[in-house]
């Protein structure tokens, strides 16, 4: 018997339902099939490794010629290596508002590269009971935050890392070469070179001992506090135009210099902070780590001078 033409448009309708059935049961079959066979491979496994404050360390010490060394004060000063962390901050001094601006960005771990109990060895008895200590250790656990001091190794890197932190954004890299603390720059007056100091460094305020039309070219840098024997044993020796250093005791660096001058010398002197001249190191550490570390967020947070001229 003919079928009417709604029987046909009927079974036509009935016909497409089952296929289209047994493709999506087929589709859902091999979706499955895949899912299992790559899940066992690993395939939709994330690839943001989870790090605990020991791989972060360790990633960091393996590039560290003869780490990890026997005696240092890099330790850490709070929290533990187990810990997972959730994001990292580079300074260079783990100061309250830095841990604030850690614990408000979601970091535990903080990577400062001077002490956070104000003294070389992070002795918390050092000047005996102290009560900022104690609530800034208080701070810490609180929060969970950890903090690994990163001195003697950042300056292990080859080259120096602080060193080439500032070399690098004074613009100097092309006359640079690893090792040297004597740069031999393209001439300008003492005026100039402080100037220009300021701004690559992001520096308010320097200190200089010199006359400011003084010629400079050849530029002893030593950033930090790398103390007073060893700015004057190097310009004993090297006698450049100019000494640029972090820090200074002022009754060392700054009455030799200033001896230097009246006696014919011609070494001049920029002072620049402590902090300001070795924090572009802690930046570079930061643009170095983060490529390193897949997921979490590496971010660089100055901790400042902490002075004020008035």
């Not at 001094?93 to 060895?121: M, Q, R, S, V």
């Not at 014919?264 to 620049?272: Q, S």
Request: with cysteine; hydrophobic share 40%; proline share 4%.
């Amino acid at each position: 018997m003919k079928q009417s033409q709604s029987e046909n448009s009927y079974q036509g309708v009935q016909e497409r339902r089952a296929f289209i059935s047994t493709m999506i049961k087929a589709s859902l079959a091999t979706a499955f099939t895949f899912s299992l066979a790559n899940a066992k491979a690993g395939f939709f496994s994330t690839t943001d490794k989870i790090y605990t404050v020991g791989d972060v360390m360790d990633l960091i010490l393996k590039e560290i010629p003869g780490a990890p060394f026997d005696k240092t004060v890099d330790t850490l000063k709070s929290g533990n290596r187990d810990i997972k962390v959730t994001g990292i901050v580079t300074t260079m001094f783990a100061t309250i508002d830095i841990i604030h601006l850690a614990i408000k960005a979601g970091a535990n771990f903080i990577i400062a590269h001077e002490p956070t109990f104000y003294n070389h060895t992070d002795d918390p008895k050092w000047a005996g009971a102290n009560r900022i200590v104690e609530a800034k250790m208080e701070l810490l656990e609180k929060n969970k935050i950890t903090v690994w001091r990163l001195h003697d190794y950042l300056h292990s890197f080859v080259p120096d890392s602080v060193t080439y932190g500032v070399v690098k954004d004074a613009g100097w890299l092309p006359y640079y070469k690893t090792g040297q603390r004597v740069i031999t720059v393209p001439a300008l007056s003492l005026e100039q070179l402080a100037k220009h100091l300021k701004t690559a460094l992001h520096i308010d305020q320097l200190r200089v001992i010199g006359n400011l039309a003084h010629n400079c070219q050849r530029i002893a840098l030593l950033p930090g506090a790398s103390g007073g024997q060893t700015h004057i044993s190097l310009v004993e020796k090297e006698t450049p135009d100019v000494l640029v250093v972090g820090e200074v005791h002022e009754w060392e660096t700054a009455e030799y210099i200033r001896d230097t001058l009246a006696m014919g010398g011609k070494t001049a002197l920029i002072v620049l902070g402590h902090s300001v001249s070795e924090e572009p190191g802690l930046e570079w550490t930061q643009q170095w780590l983060q490529p390193k570390l897949a997921g979490i967020k590496v971010t660089h947070m100055p901790s400042g001078n902490p002075f004020r001229f008035v």
